[in-house]
């Protein structure tokens, strides 16, 4: 048994696998427009659930440009083999999209676009699904200037809306959480952004979870130690790859080639793939509370 | 047949998700007919405790909730169903609750000060082994490690009248709460054994597959 004397904090950090969903099928961004296919999002999932995550981010990324929403049948299979929340976002604009992500199986949704055009949502979502189901996504891009600016679809959209500032009208709406990515970081394995992750944490008193930039175990120990406030990490590239490697044959994934066009862009030589049962070692070694899973 | 009891505040499907993996037949239901044949019962739940004592006397639920629970069978109550059991609550102001468990639901504002409301995540569950004991079921904690995670997320904690209900306690933010009670034949919990992994599907093995 784990010596408990390090752990005054009982609530443990959460690092939660993201996986970006086109269709049926997982992919990861290559270069800032390309997507490529990595394979099916329920193999993945069950992969991180039985390694230990302790949540899921499905996100859909095509339907926010084109208006649809159609994961429920991957949303409907994971629900039915993994038990952990499992927030899923991308093109949810109305209570009826909300309505149809949570009776696919979904216990959370994200929402960016739809509540940065229309804030007015995530108040009427909150009080119609309770707070906890509604989580705000946050893109946020360094100005010039310093400021961080919110952008929308993908962080391809300019909306002026400077990120603290919109954190807390999100929280004072009613939002359960805030999930925070840095788009300059994301996918560059270059380590989190300190400086955005603290300004927005000190304005909210929801939870705040951090996506974009972990390249290696150290940027996850880095960011837990340097903005204790922070509830838990969203992660993507450090974990796929390793996926890949460990079930290319078995899962019929040859029609995709070798994963080398993965490390091609000279962004993924950064990436120092691992997997979940690693990063929760590591963590505890580095006395950080997180969850870790037993084989029964 | 388990009844997952529908009152409209969502959390259903996540449920019977759990128990059909489990291979335990369940079904989702605001028949009252099918809720008192079943052989055990569930109140799930999740959103605003006012907003779910509405649902709760426009659907006629209340009686029959406690009728069951008076038929002994096996009841679980899990987050605002776990809630619901209680006295009442001081979530926008003072709303009475079906109290069949005498307490109060309270805010976390009251005690935590420096970490983040909503508590969301996974916490420990340290079990308190006199209350666990329970003769004529398997206990829902049989085999749960004594600091075993579960997934919490609630901006509200219940505090119990009679501590000897208390079958789990919690930590955040050096604030000590109820995480579960275990009261005859009626086990409730703050978090959510359908969304705690392979610890949490235990709880519902235990109590529920032998039916």
């Given at each position: 048994?784990l010596?408990?004397?390090?752990?005054e904090?009982?609530?443990?950090y959460?690092?939660i696998?993201?996986?970006d969903?086109?269709?049926?099928?997982?992919?990861k961004?290559?270069?800032?427009?390309?997507?490529?296919?990595?394979g099916?999002?329920?193999?993945?999932?069950?992969y991180y659930?039985?390694?230990g995550?302790?949540?899921?981010?499905?996100?859909?990324?095509?339907?926010?440009l084109?208006g649809?929403?159609?994961?429920?049948?991957?949303?409907?299979k994971?629900?039915?083999?993994?038990?952990i929340?499992?927030?899923?976002?991308?093109g949810i604009?109305?209570?009826?999209?909300?309505?149809?992500a949570?009776?696919s199986?979904?216990?959370?949704?994200?929402i960016?676009?739809?509540?940065?055009?229309n804030?007015?949502?995530?108040?009427?979502?909150?009080?119609v699904?309770?707070k906890?189901?509604?989580?705000?996504a946050?893109e946020?891009i360094?100005?010039?200037?310093g400021?961080?600016?919110?952008?929308?679809?993908?962080?391809?959209?300019?909306?002026?809306?400077?990120?603290?500032?919109?954190?807390k009208?999100?929280?004072e709406l009613?939002?359960?959480?805030?999930?925070?990515?840095?788009?300059?970081?994301e996918?560059t394995?270059?380590?989190?952004?300190?400086?955005?992750?603290?300004?927005?944490?000190?304005?909210?008193?929801i939870?705040?979870?951090?996506?974009?930039?972990?390249?290696?175990?150290?940027?996850?120990?880095?960011?837990f130690?340097?903005?204790?406030?922070?509830s838990?990490v969203?992660?993507?590239?450090?974990l796929?790859?390793?996926y890949?490697?460990k079930y290319k044959?078995?899962?019929?994934?040859?029609?995709e080639?070798?994963?080398?066009?993965?490390?091609?862009?000279?962004?993924?030589?950064?990436?120092?793939?691992?997997?979940?049962?690693n990063?929760?070692?590591?963590?505890?070694?580095?006395?950080?509370?997180?969850?870790?899973?037993?084989?029964? | 047949?388990?009844?997952?009891?529908?009152?409209?505040?969502?959390?259903l499907?996540?449920?019977?998700?759990?128990?059909?993996?489990?291979?335990?037949?369940?079904?989702?239901?605001?028949?009252?007919?099918k809720i008192?044949?079943?052989?055990?019962?569930?109140?799930?739940?999740?959103?605003?405790?006012?907003?779910?004592m509405k649902?709760?006397?426009?659907?006629?639920l209340?009686?029959?909730i406690?009728?069951?629970?008076?038929?002994?069978k096996?009841?679980?109550?899990?987050?605002l169903?776990?809630?619901?059991?209680?006295?009442?609550s001081?979530?926008?102001?003072?709303?009475?609750?079906?109290?069949?468990?005498?307490?109060?639901v309270?805010?976390?504002?009251?005690?935590?000060?420096?970490?983040?409301?909503?508590?969301?995540?996974?916490?420990?569950?340290?079990?308190?082994?006199?209350?666990?004991?329970e003769?004529?079921?398997?206990?829902?904690?049989?085999?749960?490690?004594?600091d075993?995670?579960?997934y919490f997320?609630?901006?509200f904690?219940?505090?119990?009248?009679?501590?000897?209900?208390?079958?789990?306690?919690?930590e955040y933010?050096?604030?000590?709460f109820?995480?579960?009670?275990?009261?005859?034949?009626v086990?409730?919990?703050?978090?959510?054994?359908?969304?705690?992994?392979?610890?949490?599907?235990?709880?519902?093995?235990?109590?529920?597959?032998s039916?």
């Amino acid at each position: 048994m784990l010596v408990v004397s390090i752990i005054e904090m009982s609530l443990a950090y959460r690092i939660i696998p993201r996986l970006d969903i086109k269709g049926p099928n997982l992919v990861k961004g290559v270069h800032l427009e390309g997507l490529r296919v990595l394979g099916k999002p329920e193999y993945f999932a069950k992969y991180y659930y039985e390694q230990g995550a302790d949540e899921l981010f499905y996100q859909d990324v095509v339907a926010s440009l084109y208006g649809r929403n159609s994961l429920h049948e991957i949303i409907s299979k994971t629900a039915k083999a993994i038990f952990i929340p499992l927030t899923v976002g991308g093109g949810i604009r109305t209570i009826d999209d909300i309505k149809n992500a949570l009776r696919s199986g979904a216990d959370k949704v994200s929402i960016n676009t739809s509540a940065i055009e229309n804030p007015d949502l995530i108040k009427k979502a909150s009080n119609v699904f309770g707070k906890s189901t509604i989580v705000v996504a946050i893109e946020a891009i360094k100005q010039p200037d310093g400021h961080y600016l919110a952008f929308t679809d993908n962080g391809r959209n300019y909306t002026g809306i400077e990120v603290t500032k919109w954190a807390k009208n999100a929280e004072e709406l009613g939002a359960g959480e805030i999930v925070l990515t840095s788009v300059d970081r994301e996918g560059t394995g270059s380590g989190f952004d300190s400086e955005l992750i603290k300004r927005v944490t000190e304005v909210v008193s929801i939870p705040v979870v951090v996506h974009g930039g972990a390249g290696r175990l150290e940027h996850l120990a880095q960011i837990f130690n340097n903005i204790t406030e922070i509830s838990g990490v969203s992660i993507a590239s450090i974990l796929h790859y390793d996926y890949i490697k460990k079930y290319k044959d078995l899962d019929g994934y040859e029609s995709e080639g070798n994963i080398d066009f993965l490390r091609s862009s000279k962004s993924m030589s950064h990436i120092h793939s691992t997997n979940l049962t690693n990063i929760k070692e590591y963590l505890i070694s580095k006395n950080i509370n997180c969850r870790v899973v037993h084989d029964n | 047949m388990i009844a997952i009891i529908d009152y409209q505040m969502s959390n259903l499907f996540s449920v019977k998700n759990a128990l059909e993996c489990l291979g335990i037949d369940s079904e989702i239901t605001s028949d009252v007919t099918k809720i008192m044949a079943a052989k055990g019962a569930i109140l799930p739940g999740v959103g605003a405790f006012a907003e779910a004592m509405k649902h709760l006397k426009t659907l006629d639920l209340i009686q029959p909730i406690k009728d069951f629970i008076n038929s002994g069978k096996p009841f679980m109550g899990i987050c605002l169903g776990f809630h619901l059991l209680f006295t009442e609550s001081e979530e926008f102001g003072v709303t009475r609750g079906m109290d069949i468990l005498q307490g109060k639901v309270e805010s976390f504002s009251r005690h935590v000060k420096s970490k983040k409301i909503p508590h969301i995540g996974w916490n420990r569950i340290l079990t308190n082994n006199d209350v666990i004991k329970e003769d004529s079921f398997i206990s829902p904690l049989k085999d749960i490690n004594s600091d075993e995670y579960m997934y919490f997320v609630h901006s509200f904690y219940v505090d119990p009248d009679n501590k000897d209900i208390i079958a789990t306690e919690t930590e955040y933010d050096s604030f000590t709460f109820c995480s579960s009670v275990l009261k005859g034949n009626v086990f409730a919990s703050q978090f959510h054994p359908e969304k705690s992994g392979t610890s949490g599907l235990k709880i519902l093995k235990n109590y529920f597959l032998s039916l």
